[in-house]
């Protein structure tokens, strides 16, 4: 059982750049969720979906796009990036409702430069 | 809406001494709370949480913490520090459990001193 698994864990980007963040997880949950780690900043949460095909806006939304084709994965894409996306980047997913759904399990993060 | 406001960034204890990191809250539903834990270049892993029922929750590696709907408070304590309890702590809420997100407080790094 992988848990969550992101990929990859470093990446630099040049201003303008677009890429992919990767999230898998194995366990079924129908929650998935994005979130940017800054330093003094806390985790802000960025898109999150509760099931394939249902994606809404966190906290932080602008200059990222997200979608869930599969219960499995849901990536996250920088169109253009920007030095103010370097980041740490957690994906993160629970159950939706019911008993269990309020814990969180994340994965290990992709630490993101842009220069 | 809802904010959690950590007290202090950094906090520095002596191994074996008592362990007290301070939460404060605001919801204007019932909230439920979290404490989380970072170790370096890892992720965040559950330390307990606060949902119904008992004010008072127990969590792992020795952790607990009590809800204090008076004061507004979610504060998480341990009797003895060990050293590998240093990490970055976070307390988060969210309103009832609702899937459109936690929301966390800026973390505080506990520094253990031998």
């Known amino acids: 059982n992988a848990g969550v698994t992101q990929t990859p864990k470093f990446q630099v980007l040049k201003t303008g750049q677009s890429m992919t963040l990767q999230c898998a997880q194995d366990?079924?949950?129908?929650?998935m969720s994005w979130y940017r780690q800054d330093p003094g900043m806390g985790l802000r949460l960025i898109h999150y979906?509760?099931?394939?095909?249902?994606?809404d806006q966190g906290e932080v939304p602008n200059g990222y796009n997200v979608s869930r084709s599969t219960t499995e994965d849901f990536p996250l894409r920088l169109l253009s990036a920007a030095p103010s996306q370097t980041s740490v980047y957690f994906c993160a997913s629970s159950y939706w409702g019911g008993q269990g759904s309020e814990k969180l399990f994340f994965g290990s993060g992709t630490q993101l430069s842009v220069l | 809406a809802q904010s959690v406001t950590q007290l202090g960034s950094h906090v520095s204890v002596s191994e074996g001494a008592l362990v007290l990191l301070r939460c404060n809250y605001s919801s204007s539903v019932p909230p439920y709370l979290f404490w989380y834990v970072q170790y370096p270049n890892q992720g965040l892993q559950l330390l307990l949480k606060?949902?119904?029922?008992?004010?008072l929750v127990k969590g792992i590696n020795g952790f607990e913490a009590e809800f204090k709907k008076s004061e507004t408070s979610f504060h998480l304590t341990k009797p003895s520090a060990h050293m590998s309890d240093a990490a970055e702590y976070f307390c988060?809420?969210?309103?009832?459990?609702?899937?459109?997100?936690?929301?966390f407080g800026k973390g505080t790094h506990l520094i253990i001193q031998p």
């Open positions: 979906s509760v099931g394939a095909g249902i994606t």
């Open positions: 988060a809420v969210s309103p009832g459990g609702g899937a459109d997100g936690l929301t």
């Open positions: 366990m079924n949950h129908e929650y």
């Open positions: 606060y949902t119904t029922g008992a004010t």
